[in-house]
């Protein structure tokens, strides 16, 4: 019978040392190597790093940060949104491995290689460990889904204004300025 052994955050920082120019998760005692993200999915993960960041950094309510920041997730996978916040009492310093807790905001950009419902998916797990709010953003279709625990989800599009009252009082986006720009 083959032995199975089932990996730990441990060994997944030590294996995204020696292969920085990969991606990983650990989901459910397995390395997953995730694919790069297209350009324009980057750049709208970019542009909501920005644009959270600007609002959250000179009123010091919480740590912002992009793809590369891992999750030590109470379920013991190791995971990384695009973007996440996370409130300032939860995280008073940074940590310098992954952060033991999940994310109290997380956001998933999908890029045309990823599927819908694995980042559905995803969002669901995130908010099943612990987060409070998870969107998915659709550049494709200029759309965003927002997920919370026991509530249906809101769709906004163009014209809309993305607002998280309960994690970042007085913060606003237009929808449409969250998109790359043409020139």
Do not use: C
């Amino acid at each position: 019978m083959p032995s199975v052994t089932t990996l730990t955050s441990f060994d997944l920082e030590k294996l995204q040392l020696e292969h920085p120019e990969y991606r990983m998760e650990l989901v459910d005692g397995s390395i997953v190597v995730m694919s790069p993200s297209g350009y324009e999915s980057d750049e709208v993960a970019a542009e909501f790093v920005a644009q959270l960041r600007n609002w959250v950094r000179p009123r010091k309510l919480g740590r912002v940060t992009g793809a590369a920041a891992g999750f030590d997730l109470p379920n013991s996978n190791v995971r990384a949104p695009d973007v996440s916040f996370v409130v300032a009492e939860r995280l008073r310093k940074s940590p310098r491995s992954f952060a033991q807790l999940a994310p109290d905001l997380m956001i998933e950009v999908k890029s045309p290689s990823d599927a819908l419902k694995s980042l559905r998916e995803k969002i669901k797990e995130f908010l099943a460990q612990g987060t409070k709010v998870g969107i998915l953003v659709n550049p494709e279709q200029h759309t965003l889904e927002i997920y919370q625990l026991n509530s249906e989800v809101v769709i906004l599009s163009d014209g809309d204004v993305l607002r998280v009252p309960d994690l970042l009082p007085g913060w606003e986006v237009a929808i449409s300025d969250l998109w790359p720009l043409e020139f």
